[in-house]
């Protein structure tokens, strides 16, 4: 690419050194440089790019954008100088693969959870309509039904881009994000043009990178925030009305809100709701009227994740008729209250939930449809060195709300799990509970103390295929696991 057209995205700005006429790729990681490369160093949490410029210039960079030049940099470069290397990769990033999201209609989820639910949601019924889709998430990323493993939420600046790009020359029409509040703050989005915002709901959650619930709260506005201005554009936040954060949400869009809910007014609603083991059935009342929905789902949260995905689609061109055929055909995500449906005489599903409002919306859900005279068993655990605050919040909320918890591990890192089990347990209101460190341990533990028509719920790690432990990731899954209990103690 021309150096000079690729550097026009850039207002303020100044070269130390002889411009190269031609860059081959634009990278922000050292070990991605190739001949010919613009390396741009980004300062992160724990790791300043600008500490392995020489590594770059050895393996070719020939121009280098930093926000100083260190002491023990290399002379027989180019340095391009700017006052924020997280903004100017992210105009880079938009020039050198020309602008991809203007071409797209894209949806972005936030909110602490169901991010994954809502965005897999959309895009199956986009697909239900022969439409041509990409999807970006925790899981995976989907284009057009590839799928690319992916190791953020939300990935860094020039992956986004390129990813994009690469869904446009797909012929994909309508993609769907989920945002997370670290790419957020971190600037990963700058540049990408949302058609439409959703928030899904916000409780307590990564305060160990936010600090307070406040920043939290901050960091999922940007969002909604930077759908713009431009009224002609026809952008539209859709809001839970559900949620108190939803009013501040209001205050900092230009874009028009539509709100949705269950308990407090909105404009789309979900009344006269039936619980199921399997599935749920509710009214929709909308602006045109009412439609009565079966989804395939679990639980009054799924309830709310269904109508946020509802009004996406139908912005986005789809009619309400049709949706609600479609809709009724739509898979949970891998891991977010997922049955085990080989066990049939127990109810065994695997969840994500991670954070206080998770536990409690998962464990409310299933008291829905519960037989009272029967168990409810869950097993949680939390990550080590992450948000140590909410530990006794879950524990209590887990020892509250069901019959029997086993406290265990999430990915422990460095942490001892003694002190992650301690922590949770300290906050249990009854003597309900074990708690059992290894993992694979307490879940087989749950499910052999479970009888017929009861509830075993596994919580916290749902799709994750390992788990860490010290630096290391180790080949783990929960839905494995279970499935090895269930043969060792059938019923």
Known sequence: MDTGKLLSALKIKKVIGNLPNQITTLVSDSRRVQRGSVFVCIKGNTVDGHEFINKAVHKGAELVVVEYIPKNAKKNVCYLVVP????????LANKYYDYPSS????????GTNGKTTVTSAINQIFRNEGLKTGLTGTIFNDINGEIFPTLNTTSDSITIQETLHKMVEAGVTNVVMEVSSHGLSLGRLLGVD??????????????????????????????FSQLGQDIQRGKVAILNADDPATDYYKTV?????????????????????IYYGDKTEFTLVHPSGEERLEIPFVGKFNV?????????????????????????????????MERILEDEKRYIFIDYAHTPDGVEKVLDSVKLFANPQKKIFFVIGTGGNRDKLKRPIMGKLASDKADFVVFTTD????????????????????????????R??????????????DIVVIAGKGHEEYQIIGDRKYPFNDKEIALKAIKKFPL
């Open 440 to 453: 694979e341990q307490a879940i087989c533990r749950a499910i052999e103390l479970a009888l017929e028509g």
């Open 304 to 336: 709310s994740n269904m109508l946020a995905a509802i009004i996406s689609v139908f912005e986005s061109g789809i009619e309400i008729q049709s949706i609600a055929k479609s809709i009724q055909t739509v898979q949970p995500a891998n891991g977010r």
């Open 84 to 91: 924020d290397t997280t903004i100017a990769l992210a105009h």
């Open 103 to 110: 071409k797209l209609n894209i949806i972005g989820v936030t």
């Open 253 to 273: 869009t230009g874009a028009s809100v539509i709100t949705y809910g269950i308990d407090n007014e909105a404009d789309y609603k979900a009344k006269d709701i």
């Open 194 to 223: 949302f058609q439409m915002g959703v928030f899904t709901n916000l409780t307590q959650d990564h305060l160990d990178f936010h600090g307070t619930m406040e920043n939290y709260k901050h960091a999922k506005s940007l969002l």
């Open 411 to 438: 990915n422990p890192r460095f942490e001892p799990w003694e002190e992650i089990l301690e922590q949770m347990a300290a906050g249990a209101i009854k003597d309900n509970y074990e708690c059992i460190g290894d």
